[in-house]
């Protein structure tokens, strides 16, 4: 299951198989961003900036875990 939250109508997908460097996904409507987690900046993509701005604010918070989430689906990647 690659949704690993919902905030605000923001899915936030980890999934398995990806690729370096870790990353989420964040889909709101028709806006797709690929986040990295290291620095939580858009490697791709794009959102408007007050949807970027609430997931930035999540994922500074939980960062950790994001991380532990990518790794658990990608073990490859380590």
């Given amino acids: 299951m690659p ?3 919902i905030l605000d ?3 936030i997908n980890i999934y398995p198989n990806e ?3 870790p990353h989420f996904h964040a889909i709101y409507a028709e806006h797709e961003a690929l ?3 290291a620095d ?3 490697e791709k993509g794009g959102l ?3 949807q970027y701005k609430k997931i930035k604010k ?3 918070e939980h960062k950790k875990s994001i991380y532990e989430i990518f790794i658990q689906f990608n073990p490859e990647l380590l």
């Fill in 58 to 60: 999540w994922a500074i």
């Fill in 35 to 37: 986040i990295r987690i």
């Fill in 9 to 11: 109508g923001i899915k």
């Fill in 3 to 5: 949704t690993i939250e």
């Fill in 48 to 50: 408007t900036k007050k």
């Fill in 19 to 21: 690729h370096q460097p």
């Fill in 40 to 42: 939580l900046e858009i």
